[in-house]
């Protein structure tokens, strides 16, 4: 491939779950559904789950800095929690911001995440989304909640609980995660009827009362280290099954996050997500011609 030129970026992680940092704001940028797949390509290119780009905001009013977010597939995709953190932290270091709360626009709306020192920040991801319709899933009726809802895959039976924190998810507990069919029926869940917009599946082990074992097939990439609106997804179909309580540690491969709803006594609470975030290294990425 011939290189006209060359284009900035950050490597960056939140617990695992990596992703390539672009800043539409001081660059031009390519089509991002062929070049996200460039770049998130671990053999020939950068290497990531995904690529968060920084824009403007559509409404100065209503939020500070826009994310979108681009799967490995070059799909755009709703939400990334863990990839607000790390978009958060790349604002911050470059003194892009006042203070240490943010407000950044997705296209499943405004989300704030707010500064907790020693590289952890603290997200308010709003109040989940119970009803089918709007998650959205063909699983349950009514206003919800889709709670152990046999699903078949594949000629086996699963039980299924659904949420949508920003996007889709579909939990199932297991005995073991370690052991849990994660790509085979992680993959063939994404794309099922059941989920018309695909999903992301999330294999828990409640380990006690305040912890749950986690691996997660995210659609349009696969297996991640973490996901963050799956943790969250995690706690909240937990805490409505009873089996855990309002403050639950969800340890994922790339590490731990801590997660806060407090839905039963208070229904219309957000959810709150706190975890790491790191860069990794910056470098310049050539955009191929034809």
């Known amino acids: 491939m011939n290189e006209s030129r060359v284009i900035a970026f950050t490597k960056m992680h939140g617990a695992g779950n990596d992703f390539v940092v672009l800043d539409a704001t001081v660059q031009e940028l ?4 062929s070049f996200s797949r460039h770049l998130c390509d671990r053999n020939f290119g950068v290497g990531a ?3 968060l780009v920084v824009r403007p905001p559509r409404d100065t009013g209503a939020a500070d800095f826009r994310m979108d977010i681009y799967n490995a ?3 755009q995709v709703e939400m990334c929690a863990n990839g607000v953190r790390a978009f958060f932290k790349y604002l911050r270091d470059r003194d892009r911001i006042d203070g240490d709360e943010l407000r950044v626009e997705t296209l499943s709306g405004v989300v704030r ?3 907790m020192g020693s590289n952890r920040v603290c997200v308010d991801m709003g109040r989940p989304i119970l009803s089918p319709a709007k998650i959205p899933t063909r699983l349950g009726s009514g206003e919800g909640p889709v709670l152990d809802a046999p699903l078949e895959v594949d000629g086996s039976e699963w039980l299924v609980s659904s949420v949508s924190m920003g996007n889709p998810h579909a939990v199932i507990e297991v005995d073991d995660v370690d052991r849990a069919p ?3 029926v992680g993959s063939a869940i994404e794309s099922h009827p059941a989920f018309p917009n695909r999903v992301n599946v999330e294999f828990i082990h409640v380990v006690d009362r305040g912890r749950i074992r986690q691996r997660t097939w995210e659609r349009g990439t696969g297996e991640t280290l973490a996901c963050g609106s799956g943790a969250c997804a995690a706690a909240v179909t937990a805490v409505l099954r009873g089996r ?3 403050n639950v540690q969800i340890e994922l491969r790339g590490g731990t ?3 806060e709803w407090t ?3 208070a229904p219309e609470a957000s959810v709150f997500m706190t975890g790491p975030a790191e860069e990794v290294f910056a470098g310049h990425f050539p955009v191929p011609e034809g």
Do not use: C, F, K, N
Not at 30 to 33: G, I, M, S, V
């Open 113 to 115: 995440p707010r500064w």
């Open 30 to 33: 390519p089509p991002l559904e």
């Open 263 to 265: 839905g039963h006594a």
């Open 73 to 75: 597939d070059g799909t």
């Open 244 to 246: 855990v309580d309002s």
């Open 257 to 259: 996050l801590e997660i």
């Open 182 to 184: 994660v790509a085979s």
């Open 49 to 51: 789950d995904q690529v």
